[in-house]
């Protein structure tokens, strides 16, 4: 097995039996990027002498790649948008930090769609990231460039980030472990918000083991966010060990099935995952979360509301873009922001500025918030009754470039992750199997309650298990 | 609900040229229609959730503590002059 095929643990071991050193690893990293991400696109830039003098200074450290939205003091933070090209962060994001401070360094970074607005990586303005599988079909989004870079083994593991389902889809279509961790879970600090009250960093990675042992590093209280409790996080690692599906409550949703547009493979694999699942003693409950058809609707005001208000920051006056044309304040905004932002970003701005402008705002906004709270009651009381849920990930696998035209079509390829972010609880997706005809990966989405990482780590672990081996 | 595309982009501060406004105009009308479902849903006497979680107030000590030093703050400006962003003129009148 070639250095850069590993995982994070099988990584640890062979440092701390002298196999290699953390810079040979780092090395072997670079080299392969060398060697394919001409192809894959996974990387939009790589400063290989800080990577790899930072695993001169660590010699116990893994290598991670880090989506370009992390800021990560003296690298590029473009959020693939060329209103921030150029931009070099002055400090590291917290996450960054409880990496360092957990044996890993960050390396390489990673591209997404803009501002992490998509489901396809295709927005992203600066460069083309393709599905290692299949270099005609795209890696999913908005953390692409991460899952391809797992997928694709252009790194040991990665961070992504999840608002709807960005690291959940893209995880799917590259056959990759993805972890969105419940909200306040994770800090968001020094992490470029998209939608404050749905944004979370997790772990993308070649194991379940893997992103138990990144989320560890990851999770925690952070002063700085004050989203985030003071609630202990638990060693996920140690906790799933021998996990099993004896005896775990499986809930499956009629809402996740019974879905017009879905992949026949897709719903084939997933009832072969639940059917796994029952042998391996696994209970099957049935379930219902009534306000899931409403999801998307609420999803796509409260995203646009929030990254309307976020995203006016970038107003070319402290850093970023600005306009050559400006004349005045008014043109210096107007102008810069419109050379900046892509197209998709353009449109989120005016759809969230819209349910947000008066006279709207409590029948879209407003609105929004109340059935938000309807659809997380849903998965409280689906809880009551079952350990964790088990869904499709994405109701189709990896779509090729240019298919998906229409933006609401887009849209809809994140039907299945988005309640569960709304609700703020932690979900999974674990690589389930292959398509029969065009051999593309398929995930399986795993999905708990808020905090219930551990018990989410261990069925995602169990059918890790039980799954055995994909070809 | 009709949108009206340029005036709201001008309230965000963005500038379009008029094929963007002729491409949004109809992909924003499809996009409003579909979320516009929402309002089947009853939602009388259902608190709005306002963030991910629920919130309480998260309070530290209140103590001086360095902040991101005036040169690292300043070296991602597009434009500046000694300690400052310049900017252009914004009050009329006045000496730029």
């Given at each position: 097995m070639e250095l850069f095929e590993l995982g994070i643990k099988a990584a640890r071991e062979g440092i701390a039996k002298g196999e290699f050193s953390s810079v040979e690893l780092t090395q072997a990293v670079i080299d392969r990027c060398h060697a394919k991400n001409a192809e894959i696109g996974a990387y939009l830039t790589f400063d290989e002498e800080q990577a790899l003098e930072l695993a001169r200074a660590n010699p116990k450290a893994v290598p991670i790649a880090v989506k370009d939205l992390i800021n990560v003091a003296g690298q590029p933070c473009t959020c693939a948008s060329k209103i921030l090209k150029g931009y070099v962060s002055p400090y590291d994001a917290t996450v960054i930090r409880n990496m360092k401070s957990h044996g890993f360094i960050p390396a390489g970074r990673v591209n997404m769609d803009e501002f992490a607005m998509g489901s396809s990586t295709e927005n992203s303005g600066l460069g083309v990231t393709r599905n290692p599988y299949d270099l005609s079909r795209v890696p999913g989004g908005s953390s692409g460039g991460s899952a391809a870079a797992?997928?694709?083994?252009?790194?040991?593991?990665?961070?992504?980030?999840?608002?709807?389902?960005?690291?959940?889809?893209?995880?799917?279509?590259?056959?990759?472990?993805?972890?969105?961790?419940?909200?306040?879970?994770v800090?968001?600090?020094?992490?470029t918000a998209f939608a404050s009250s749905l944004d979370q960093v997790g772990p993308m990675t070649k194991s379940v083991e893997d992103a138990a042992i990144l989320l560890g590093a990851l999770a925690g209280h952070d002063e700085m966010d004050g989203t985030t409790p003071r609630e202990p996080v638990p060693d996920y690692a140690a906790a799933i060990e021998g996990a099993s599906m004896k005896g775990v409550r499986i809930?499956?949703?009629?809402e996740y099935f019974d879905v017009k547009g879905m992949d026949p493979e897709v719903k084939r694999i997933t009832e072969e995952a639940l059917a796994k699942c029952e042998q391996s003693g696994a209970e099957l409950v049935e379930v219902s979360l009534p306000h899931t058809e409403y999801a998307m609707a609420v999803y796509y005001i409260i995203a646009p509301a929030e990254a309307s208000a976020n995203l006016a920051r970038f107003d070319g006056v402290r850093y970023g873009h600005r306009s050559a044309e400006s004349k005045d304040v008014f043109s210096l905004y107007t102008k810069s922001r419109a050379e900046g932002f892509g197209p998709e970003v353009k449109r989120r701005i005016i759809m969230g500025t819209y349910v947000l402008s008066s006279g709207y705002y409590d029948a879209y906004y407003g609105r929004a918030q109340k059935v938000r709270t309807l659809i997380t009651r849903d998965f409280a009381e689906a809880f009551g009754k079952c350990d964790a849920l088990l869904s499709p990930c994405a109701p189709t696998p990896a779509f090729k470039f240019k298919e998906l035209q229409d933006p609401l079509t887009m849209y809809l390829n994140d039907l299945f992750t988005i309640p569960s972010a709304l609700?703020?609880?932690?979900?999974?997706?674990?690589?389930?199997?292959?398509?029969?005809d065009t051999k593309m990966p398929v995930g399986v989405q795993f999905i708990c309650g808020a905090f219930e990482e551990t018990k989410l780590l261990k069925v995602s672990k169990a059918f890790e298990e039980i799954r055995g081996t994909l070809v | 609900m009709k949108?009206?595309?340029?005036?709201?982009?001008?309230?965000?501060?963005?500038?379009?040229?008029d094929e963007e406004k002729t491409v949004f105009q109809p992909q924003l009308e499809n996009i409003v229609k579909y979320v516009e479902k929402i309002s089947e849903v009853d939602v009388e006497g259902v608190e709005p959730m306002m963030?991910?979680?629920t919130l309480v107030n998260a309070f530290r000590e209140d103590v001086v503590r360095p902040s991101l030093d005036r040169e690292a703050a300043l070296a991602n400006a597009p434009e500046r002059v000694g300690d400052e962003f310049l900017l252009p003129k914004i009050v009329e009148g006045a000496e730029s």
């Amino acid at each position: 097995m070639e250095l850069f095929e590993l995982g994070i643990k099988a990584a640890r071991e062979g440092i701390a039996k002298g196999e290699f050193s953390s810079v040979e690893l780092t090395q072997a990293v670079i080299d392969r990027c060398h060697a394919k991400n001409a192809e894959i696109g996974a990387y939009l830039t790589f400063d290989e002498e800080q990577a790899l003098e930072l695993a001169r200074a660590n010699p116990k450290a893994v290598p991670i790649a880090v989506k370009d939205l992390i800021n990560v003091a003296g690298q590029p933070c473009t959020c693939a948008s060329k209103i921030l090209k150029g931009y070099v962060s002055p400090y590291d994001a917290t996450v960054i930090r409880n990496m360092k401070s957990h044996g890993f360094i960050p390396a390489g970074r990673v591209n997404m769609d803009e501002f992490a607005m998509g489901s396809s990586t295709e927005n992203s303005g600066l460069g083309v990231t393709r599905n290692p599988y299949d270099l005609s079909r795209v890696p999913g989004g908005s953390s692409g460039g991460s899952a391809a870079a797992v997928g694709g083994n252009l790194c040991i593991a990665a961070l992504g980030t999840d608002t709807g389902g960005s690291i959940r889809q893209p995880a799917s279509f590259c056959n990759c472990v993805g972890v969105k961790p419940s909200y306040g879970r994770v800090s968001r600090y020094g992490v470029t918000a998209f939608a404050s009250s749905l944004d979370q960093v997790g772990p993308m990675t070649k194991s379940v083991e893997d992103a138990a042992i990144l989320l560890g590093a990851l999770a925690g209280h952070d002063e700085m966010d004050g989203t985030t409790p003071r609630e202990p996080v638990p060693d996920y690692a140690a906790a799933i060990e021998g996990a099993s599906m004896k005896g775990v409550r499986i809930g499956v949703a009629k809402e996740y099935f019974d879905v017009k547009g879905m992949d026949p493979e897709v719903k084939r694999i997933t009832e072969e995952a639940l059917a796994k699942c029952e042998q391996s003693g696994a209970e099957l409950v049935e379930v219902s979360l009534p306000h899931t058809e409403y999801a998307m609707a609420v999803y796509y005001i409260i995203a646009p509301a929030e990254a309307s208000a976020n995203l006016a920051r970038f107003d070319g006056v402290r850093y970023g873009h600005r306009s050559a044309e400006s004349k005045d304040v008014f043109s210096l905004y107007t102008k810069s922001r419109a050379e900046g932002f892509g197209p998709e970003v353009k449109r989120r701005i005016i759809m969230g500025t819209y349910v947000l402008s008066s006279g709207y705002y409590d029948a879209y906004y407003g609105r929004a918030q109340k059935v938000r709270t309807l659809i997380t009651r849903d998965f409280a009381e689906a809880f009551g009754k079952c350990d964790a849920l088990l869904s499709p990930c994405a109701p189709t696998p990896a779509f090729k470039f240019k298919e998906l035209q229409d933006p609401l079509t887009m849209y809809l390829n994140d039907l299945f992750t988005i309640p569960s972010a709304l609700a703020g609880v932690c979900a999974s997706s674990v690589p389930a199997g292959f398509t029969r005809d065009t051999k593309m990966p398929v995930g399986v989405q795993f999905i708990c309650g808020a905090f219930e990482e551990t018990k989410l780590l261990k069925v995602s672990k169990a059918f890790e298990e039980i799954r055995g081996t994909l070809v | 609900m009709k949108i009206d595309v340029a005036y709201v982009a001008e309230l965000a501060r963005l500038e379009l040229t008029d094929e963007e406004k002729t491409v949004f105009q109809p992909q924003l009308e499809n996009i409003v229609k579909y979320v516009e479902k929402i309002s089947e849903v009853d939602v009388e006497g259902v608190e709005p959730m306002m963030h991910g979680r629920t919130l309480v107030n998260a309070f530290r000590e209140d103590v001086v503590r360095p902040s991101l030093d005036r040169e690292a703050a300043l070296a991602n400006a597009p434009e500046r002059v000694g300690d400052e962003f310049l900017l252009p003129k914004i009050v009329e009148g006045a000496e730029s």
